[in-house]
């Protein structure tokens, strides 16, 4: 079982235990920065409220081979919040979060609750999941989306990608490119900065991450105003040939439905 210990220490180290649980009152370490749990064979469930870890910059669940459930949240409502607060939402996205070589994870579970984490690794993949709605394979490749009106209206566009890489690197950089095009020709691109992910072995694994394009500011036309209504994402991966890979488009005002899941 979880130990008894005190709720004011800020190092977490329970590597290569039988423990099989972590609770939820973990949430009451409020000093906690660092949680090491590698290789604990036995741990079955995870639960986080990492909205209450206000000082948590790493945590490690790697070579958890028993893993399947996880839960960084308490509830559906604390990711819609997180997902709306800016200076909760700035602490989270730089926690380090590794869940390396849990073969067993519901992938699917986790990836649903990842509104607010920027980047997630996750091991051994050969299909892009499901919940990115548009898919695609080829390096480069692009997916052409028909946009409705209200993406455009919003200060940025959003979406989440899902990238498959086969066995063979444990460095991988993505580079991701935004063509929005209009009925009369117009077209409008834009570049974000490279995503660069290491892996700890060279298993395929599946690459997720989120992206975040300004519309509407000094340095983009308002294309809400013009006849944009369709977008080509470029996804191209430096030295490497990716299988297959998928985007989930995102919206502010939608934030909690796309966090959830729900197509």
């Not at 993505?174 to 691109?189: A, P, T, Y």
Request: net charge negative; with cysteine; proline share 5%.
């Amino acid at each position: 079982s979880f130990p008894d210990i005190s709720t004011n220490i800020s190092d977490l180290n329970l590597s290569e235990t039988g423990i099989e649980e972590v609770p939820s009152w973990i949430e009451n370490f409020n000093n906690l920065s660092i949680i090491n749990m590698r290789e604990c064979k036995n741990l079955k469930r995870v639960s986080l409220n990492i909205s209450k870890l206000k000082c948590l910059a790493t945590v490690d669940f790697s070579d958890c081979g028993a893993l399947t459930e996880v839960s960084l949240y308490d509830s559906p409502s604390a990711v819609v919040a997180l997902a709306t607060d800016n200076y909760h939402s700035n602490y989270i996205q730089n926690i380090q979060l590794s869940f390396r070589n849990c073969f067993n994870l519901i992938r699917e579970a986790l990836v649903e609750i990842q509104t607010v984490l920027q980047e997630l690794v996750l091991p051994a993949g050969e299909e892009v999941l499901s919940y990115f709605t548009h898919q695609t394979s080829g390096n480069p490749s692009f997916l052409t989306i028909r946009l409705l009106p209200s993406f455009l209206s919003e200060p940025f566009f959003r979406f989440r990608v899902c990238a498959v890489m086969p066995e063979g690197d444990y460095h991988v950089e993505l580079h991701v490119k935004c063509q929005f095009k209009g009925r009369s020709g117009n077209i409008f691109e834009s570049f974000g900065q490279p995503h660069r992910f290491w892996a700890n072995r060279k298993d395929s694994h599946l690459f997720i991450f989120n992206c975040r394009f300004p519309l509407n500011k000094d340095n983009a036309p308002p294309l809400a105003e013009l006849d944009y209504d369709h977008v080509d994402i470029h996804l191209h991966v430096g030295r490497n040939a990716h299988q297959r890979w998928g985007v989930r488009l995102l919206n502010d005002c939608s934030s909690a439905e796309n966090g959830l899941g729900n197509p």
